[in-house]
T-cell receptor, first 114, second 114 residues
Framework: DQQVKQNSPSLSVQEGRISILNCDYTNSMFDYFLWYKKYPAEGPTFLISISSIKDKNEDGRFTVFLNKSAKHLSLHIVPSQPGDSAVYFCAASAGGGSNYKLTFGKGTLLTVNP | NAGVTQTPKFQVLKTGQSMTLQCAQDMNHNSMYWYRQDPGMGLRLIYY???????DKGEVPNGYNVSRLNKREFSLRLESAAPSQTSVYFCASSPVPGGNQPQHFGDGTRLSIL
């Protein structure tokens, strides 16, 4: 059973507009969430994270929102740039960091069109 | 800026052959991880090493062994390769153990088993 779900396999947006990538989870024990970006033939790169004690975390053009009651988080990229075109993975962990296991979603391919 | 280096980048094996995937990091990180990524799937943890001298099983450890050779190096061994182990393997490291620690990934080893 998938505990972290990224239901949109792909998303296409215009340069300069907002990209919104969504992630749902089922395990209520998850208390830390991370987003990774992956280019083809490269490893994932850490982008941004959020603890369950917060509902928003911002880093430049990237903002992650967490809605614990809905078990839903989203990554907003504003404004989107062609270089943001990549696969984005949502990941979650439980246990306040003592659990080393990250559970990853299947990823969403973002394409930003010039 | 090397970060996490994986060798080889590509490998083709025959069923039953053995193989060791190498991983080294130059960031003085304590913790290291091995993941596999299959088509249309997120990354799944095979084994991890919280610190030098320790290793533990992850989500999908069957058919694999690991060695934490020193603080820098963490190898993954397939004793008798099977077609189900065809995958892209990623090594990662983090400064300290914990699911709330951003992990730094290598560029992967693409392994095909015929």
């Amino acid at each position: 059973d998938q505990q972290v779900k990224q239901n949109s396999p792909s998303l296409s947006v215009q340069e300069g507009r907002i990209s919104i990538l969504n992630c749902d989870y089922t395990n209520s024990m998850f208390d830390y969430f991370l987003w990774y970006k992956k280019y083809p033939a490269e490893g994932p790169t850490f982008l941004i994270s959020i603890s369950s004690i917060k509902d928003k975390n911002e880093d430049g053009r990237f903002t992650v929102f967490l809605n614990k009651s809905a078990k839903h988080l989203s990554l907003h990229i504003v404004p989107s740039q062609p270089g943001d075109s990549a696969v984005y993975f949502c990941a979650a962990s439980a246990g306040g960091g003592s659990n080393y296991k990250l559970t990853f979603g299947k990823g969403t391919l973002l394409t930003v069109n010039p | 800026n090397a970060g996490v280096t994986q060798t080889p980048k590509f490998q083709v094996l025959k069923t039953g052959q053995s193989m060791t995937l190498q991983c080294a990091q130059d960031m003085n990180h304590n913790s290291m991880y091995w993941y596999r990524q299959d088509p249309g799937m997120g990354l799944r943890l095979i084994y991890y090493s919280a610190s030098e001298g320790t290793t533990d099983k992850g989500e999908v450890p069957n058919g694999y062994n690991v060695s934490r050779l020193n603080k820098r190096e963490f190898s993954l061994r397939l004793e008798s390769a099977a077609p189900s182990q065809t995958s892209v393997y990623f090594c990662a490291s983090s400064p300290v153990p914990g699911g709330n620690q951003p992990q730094h990934f290598g560029d992967g080893t693409r392994l095909s088993i015929l």
